[in-house]
């Protein structure tokens, strides 16, 4: 009997990375008929299982091999490592996660922030003062680095709240609006640390799982690509070609079509590796060409 190799991921079972995390594995073409609540899912149409688990374990599912494969916030995976590394008896080394790829979304900051009216001026301000955070080994680390000594104290979650409660001078969280801090009465004052999701792996997969992971990995990169570029096609006389596709944004190989009677001009068609806006538009209707057309890119392997 052979036993067929299954890629394991771990993914967030609930919250803001949720929905992008199974939009990019559908894009993937990784279709998931999960149920509420359900922990794991069998994929039909790729070897691949997926996991659904808090987003702070995802770090340790991939450590200890139990997902070859994670996506997680690259706040939480950090976060994971300081503390692995500043506890010296944890026996969860996370340093062997290797990060393979941003995934584009799950953008946000890790800042500090203190009530409207502190006389802030600059990181000295918070020396002795007292921090509420969920991030302790990211702010320890960070609070070394600019030789500052204030004390941290851990809260999981609300922690916008804890200078109204007169537990802490400042905060250090997640910002991604701000309209949180806005509505506590905060001003954020440094950042930290910038986030996006990352997708994360074991270092020791088998060779099987290592060439589906390729496989993903290459299909992932093949969305994200397709995400940031466009097709796009236009109309431009003989004589103003040259000018017209150098206005091109970050396209190196245009095709160029003739066009059914007419020898005066020709078509551009080009996969442009940057978001082509309204003024690029102008720009190059103003250097003469016509009938341009900016079309989405849904899929791209090289
Ligand atoms: C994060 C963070 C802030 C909020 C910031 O919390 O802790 O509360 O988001 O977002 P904003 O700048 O857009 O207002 P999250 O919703 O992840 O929940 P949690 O605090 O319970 O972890
Ligand atoms: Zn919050």
């Not at 991604?176 to 997969?205: K, R």
């Not at 992971?213 to 940031?228: C, D, E, F, H």
Request: proline share 4%; with cysteine; charged share 25%.
């Amino acid at each position: 009997m052979t036993t067929e190799t299954r890629l394991k991921i771990a993914i967030q079972k609930s919250g803001r990375l949720y929905d992008d995390s199974i939009a990019l594995l559908k894009q993937c073409g990784i279709k998931l008929v999960r149920s509420k609540d359900q922990l794991f899912c069998k994929a039909g149409n790729f070897p691949v299982d997926v996991y659904f688990v808090r987003d702070d374990d995802i770090p340790a599912f991939v450590s200890e091999g139990v997902c070859q494969i994670g996506i997680v916030g690259e706040n939480v995976l950090i976060e994971k490592q300081a503390r692995a590394a500043q506890n010296k008896a944890s026996d969860s080394d996370m340093s062997n996660i290797e990060k393979l790829l941003p995934l584009g979304f799950g953008k946000c900051r890790l800042s500090l922030a203190v009530p409207n009216g502190f006389d802030y001026k600059d990181i000295s301000s918070l020396a002795g003062k007292t921090i509420a955070t969920s991030y302790k080994g990211i702010l320890r680390d960070y609070l070394k680095e600019k030789n500052i000594k204030a004390k941290i104290v851990t809260m999981e979650g609300a922690v916008e709240i804890a200078p109204r409660t007169k537990l802490a001078d400042a905060i250090c969280d997640l910002v991604s609006t701000g309209a949180t801090l806005a509505t506590n009465g905060l001003t954020e004052t440094d950042i930290v640390f910038e986030s996006q999701c990352v997708l994360i792996q074991n270092p020791d997969p088998t060779p099987a799982e290592q060439d589906l992971l390729n496989r993903l990995v290459m299909r992932i990169k093949g969305v994200l690509r397709a995400q940031s570029s466009k097709y796009i096609m236009l109309h431009s006389p003989l004589d103003k070609l040259e000018e017209i596709i150098a206005a091109l944004p970050g396209s190196e190989t245009p095709t160029i079509v003739p066009l059914e009677g007419t020898k005066d001009s020709v078509a551009i068609h080009a996969v442009c590796d940057e978001s082509v806006f309204w003024d690029t538009m102008e720009d190059l209707k103003s250097k003469g060409a016509t009938d341009i057309l900016v079309l989405p890119i849904e899929k791209m392997l090289d």
